[in-house]
């Protein structure tokens, strides 16, 4: 009689796939044909100016990413927006000024504002002179005293805000300094705007 064999069951062999390797550069210049449709977003600043044997404006940039390159003065024209260029200036409302910022998101821009207060500074500062100075004297240091510090900031935003509703501003200046290179801005406190060649300064 017969004997019937067993065998014994094996298990498939399954091969991971390897994943892609991610791109190190935004695009293939292989691939670029006339009629390709793009997009470029970037920030940086003018490291140098000069002109050409023409008479042609010519500039060299640096963006944050390090990268240097030369670019005609006609590009930068119809191309480039400068954080501290302004033509015109117009008298706002503070709600029309932070209505220009949330507007111009992703924009290089100026700001004003006021820093937040520190109560012992301003007990100090309120302190020198008392009891010496004139009425009017001491009320002009108690209103300057209490309208905070003045202070500027270059650089960009993207809408984006903390919990207290503080706007988180991207520096492109003295981004050389220790700390983080962004601020939190209490729009609340914008004194002025400078953006898309307009200055906006608060009544």
Known sequence: MATATKTKATTPT??????????TTRSDVKKVIVGSVFSRHSFGEVIEAASAPDGTKVFK????DGMEWLIDGSIVEKELAF?????????????????VIGENSHTAMTITF???????EVAKTLAT????????TWNKNVKEALAGIVSTIIGYHTNT???????RFIKL???????????????????SVIVARVKYTVK
Not at 61 to 64: A, E, I, R
Not at 129 to 136: I, N, P
């Open 83 to 99: 954080a501290d260029q302004f033509d015109s200036e117009e008298k706002v409302s503070r709600t029309r000024a932070i209505e």
């Open 173 to 191: 200046s003295d981004t050389d300094k220790p700390g983080p290179n962004f601020r939190l801005v209490d729009t609340r406190t914008v004194d």
């Open 161 to 167: 805000f903390d919990e207290h509703q503080r706007l």
């Open 61 to 64: 940039l640096k963006n944050t």
């Open 129 to 136: 002179g008392q009891g010496s100075l004139t009425a009017r």
């Open 114 to 120: 006021r820093k937040k207060l520190d109560p012992k």
């Open 14 to 23: 399954t091969t991971t796939p390897t994943p892609p390797m991610a791109p």
